[in-house]
């Protein structure tokens, strides 16, 4: 469970803030989408490998 404490003067909208930047670090949205559908590991991997291959060839495109 998170929690997030409001700091004494600060405003609610400060606090949501905190408080959506803490969700989005656990993973729980990530984690619910790949949970929609199930994925072959075998498709999992190609497009692990093909990620790896573009983020590669753009690394080198920038040097």
Do not use: C, P, W
Not at 1 to 8: L, Q
Not at 19 to 39: D, H, M, P, S
């Amino acid at each position: 469970m998170i929690i997030v404490h409001v700091k004494e003067g600060e405003s609610l909208d400060r606090a949501l803030k905190r408080l959506k930047k803490k969700f989005n670090n656990t993973g729980v949205i990530k984690e619910l989408r790949e949970r929609q559908a199930y994925v072959k590991k075998s498709v999992a991997k190609r497009t692990q490998r093909k990620k790896a291959i573009y983020k590669q060839a753009m690394a080198q495109e920038n040097i």
